[in-house]
């Protein structure tokens, strides 16, 4: 059916609005966390990998790390493993340890290489442990004690926290044109494997990799103000404002520092965008109206 004048016309000011940020971000590194529901409904997986597939056909350097809190729950429930959290940290003995890696570094991650090389990108899928890309050390977790009291050490097993990154081999793969899909798995000094956040990973990565930009997906709007209305081009200073009156509180709060501790440490901008929006990658990318909260130095 042809076009219309005026849906020509609507079409060629999308292509339009979207070149000066292609012309922007042309080489430049965009570290993305991948979870939530884009990972589990089937239409915003789709999307998501065209997004991350355009992404890298126009001369960006699009690299995704991705969760799977839910996959390893189901699947230690499979196995008759209760799922235990501590301050929202997954207790992670050695037998869970052996399912995340299992689920991240196996299961999700290579359905998430599959789902970007079907829409015809070169995806290459990592652990923290290839090529030692993600140095870890054990997460050392205090008690909230009552008033008066000393805080305690609480041992939540291999989980763990990023003692540095080496970038080299993400490097390479950019420059070979592929897409680098990082499960957040750390190995420590003695060989042993860490169960990381994935949240703090990208923004650890993006730092390393002096990204332009941190996109961390969420299944929430973004930040919202205390009339619900969502927040966006806040400045560090706005943000630190926020936090201190309460606005920004909950499970808001720890991706808000990880995007702030990125901004802080020298990345463009970052991102806390809906997930659950078709395209959301994208929108935030190529247009002058995302779909969450930009947070810029």
């Known amino acids: ?70 996959q390893i729950g189901k699947l230690l429930e499979r196995m008759g493993k209760k799922s235990e959290f501590v301050q929202g940290m997954r207790v992670t003995d050695r037998e869970t340890m052996d399912v995340v890696e299992m689920v991240l570094g196996g299961l999700v991650n290579k359905e998430i290489v599959s789902l970007i090389n079907k829409h015809g990108g070169k995806a290459v899928g990592l652990t923290g442990k290839d090529g030692g890309l993600i140095r870890a050390r054990k997460l050392v977790m205090k008690s909230v004690p009552a008033e008066g009291l000393p805080s305690e050490i609480i041992d939540i097993g291999h989980v763990g926290e990023v003692e540095s990154i080496d970038p080299e081999v993400v490097a390479l793969l950019d420059t070979q044109n592929f897409i680098p899909v990082i499960a957040p798995i750390g190995v420590g000094p003695d060989g042993e494997a860490y169960n990381i956040n994935a949240d703090v990973v990208a923004g650890k990565l993006a730092i390393t990799l002096r990204a332009e930009k941190l996109m961390l997906l969420t299944n929430t ?47 463009k901008s970052a991102h806390i965008i809906d997930g659950r929006v078709e395209h959301a990658v994208l929108l935030e990318v190529f247009t002058d109206q995302g779909v969450g909260t930009l947070i810029k130095s």
């Not at 292509?15 to 979870?35: H, M, N, S, W």
């Not at 630190?240 to 702030?260: F, S």
């Open 221 to 267: 709007t973004g930040v919202l103000d205390k009339e619900g209305k969502l927040l966006t081009g806040l400045t560090i200073g706005k943000v630190n404002a926020l936090i201190a009156d309460g606005t920004i509180h909950g499970g808001m709060l720890p991706k808000v520092n990880y995007a702030l501790d990125a901004v802080n440490s020298g990345v």
């Open 1 to 70: 059916m042809p076009l219309t004048a005026k849906s020509a016309a609507d079409r060629a000011q999308i292509l339009i609005e979207a070149l000066p940020y292609i012309q922007r971000f042309q080489g430049k590194t965009i570290v993305i966390k991948y979870g939530g529901n884009a990972m589990v409904d089937e239409s915003l997986k789709q999307s998501f990998a065209r997004d991350v597939v355009l992404m890298k056909l126009v001369g960006m350097n699009p690299v995704i790390v991705h969760g799977g809190g839910p």
